[in-house]
Structures are given as C-alpha cells and as structure tokens.
T-cell receptor, first 114, second 112 residues
Framework: NAGVTQTPKFQVLKTGQSMTLQCAQD?????MSWYRQDPGMGLRLIHY???????DQGEVPNGYNVSRSTTEDFPLRLLSAAPSQTSVYFC?????????????FGDGTRLSIL | GENVEQHPSTLSVQEGDSAVIKCTYS??????FPWYKQELGKRPQLIID?????GEKKDQRIAVTLNKTAKHFSLHITETQPEDSAVYFC???????????FGTGTKLQVIP
C-alpha cells in the first residue's frame, strides 16, 4: 500500500491564481481531512469528509473548497490564492468516523503564495 | 468545540533524561487521545495512543497517562536519545464524532 499520497510536493503561486492539491489513499479509509500547518499554530483542520459525497468545514475553511466523489480521492481547491495561504498542507485519512482511530498523513504540500 | 492546550511549547533535555509533555482538553466526551511525532520536514506519525478506559499505556521508552477527571493526558519519554528530537503533537476528538483537534506542538531537543 502506498498509504496517503499528496501531489504536488512543492508549489509556488501568484496571488489570485487557483490550484488544486491532490490527495489519494489506497487503504479504503472512510475519513479524510485536510490540515494546514503554520509555525507555532500546530495543525489546523480546513475541511473533512466522512465518506464519498459528504464533506464539512473545519476550523479554517475560508478560501478553500473540497469534494469527495470517490472513497480514494479528496482534492483541496484554492479558489483565489492569497499570501495568507502560504503554508504546509497535510492530507490525512483514518479507518472510521468514530474519532477513535489514528490518522495517517501524507508527506505534505509546501505552498508559497507570492 | 474542543480546546486542546499543549505545554510546554519547547523542551530541552540532556540525553538520558526524561521528557514530559502535557495536554489538556475541554470535551468530557472525548475518548481517544493520540500522540504524533513529526521530524523536521516529515509527516506527523502516530507514536502512541490511549483510550478512555485505561489510565496508562507504555511502549518501550514512551508512555502516555490519562486523567479523565482533570481532563489531561501526558506523554512521557524516558532515557531520551538524540533521535527523539522532533515536534510532538497531542490530539483529541471534537465536534461530535467527526473532528480531531490538535495541540500546538512541543519542540523537543535532546542534547547529546
């Protein structure tokens, strides 16, 4: 199993550009989520999904969209990039939705907005 | 929603000494408490977890203790080694059964 795969690993954007961060898992996990990691602020939840067709907002959802058309994929879209969105983004998945299972993280996408 | 506070934010110990990191949470319904280790430039990875029906769990040099009454849980690392240097995050469930809130992290430095 590859686990959780994120692409790209690095990206530089200009303010106002849009892009999609890809996340795929091959563990048949129901729960998937996106976090951003900023210095001194830990991991903050952006959006999450408890299964195909179901998504919801986390702590910092503004400026981001998600969709979950399949169990495997959970892309994160930046609609109009802003410098405040410069961060490291992690996708994670876990086996069930009952919050009692560990999360498996991807390697992260390092995003810079100029 | 859940509020998870983690202390200290940085911790330096001499090799061989013990390190303790503490987290407090607010949601009394929380029942699963994992700890993740993140090495520089890498992904967070689970190192140990505890469920609310036990008070302590050990795995070699690491242990986690849980005090549900006081709503706090702690990570204990004994006989620290340089490879223990990393950022450690605690986490707790929040917002019903669908969200996880992370602490702000503790940067542990083990000095050889």
């Amino acid at each position: 199993n590859a686990g959780v795969t994120q692409t790209p690993k690095f990206q530089v954007l200009k303010t106002g550009q849009s892009m999609t961060l890809q996340c795929a898992q091959d563990m048949n996990h129901e729960y998937m989520s996106w976090y951003r990691q900023d210095p001194g602020m830990g991991l903050r939840l952006i959006h999450y999904s408890v299964g195909a067709g179901i998504t919801d907002q986390g702590e910092v959802p503004n400026g981001y969209n998600v969709s979950r058309s399949t169990t495997e994929d959970f892309p994160l879209r930046l609609l109009s990039a802003a410098p405040s969105q410069t961060s490291v983004y992690f996708c994670a998945s876990s086996y069930s939705n009952d919050r009692t299972q560990p999360q498996h993280f991807g390697d992260g996408t390092r995003l810079s907005i100029l | 929603g859940e509020n998870v506070e983690q202390h200290p934010s940085t911790l330096s110990v001499q090799e061989g000494d013990s390190a303790v990191i503490k987290c407090t949470y607010s949601d009394s319904a929380s029942n699963y408490f994992p700890w993740y280790k993140q090495e520089l430039g890498k992904r967070p990875q689970l190192i140990i977890d505890i469920r609310s029906n036990v008070g302590e769990k050990k795995d070699q040099r690491i242990a986690v203790t849980l005090n549900k009454t006081a709503k706090h849980f702690s990570l204990h690392i004994t006989e620290t080694q340089p490879e223990d240097s990393a950022v450690y995050f605690c986490a707790a469930p929040s917002g019903g059964y669908q969200k996880v809130t992370f602490g702000t992290g503790t940067k542990l430095q083990v000095i050889p």
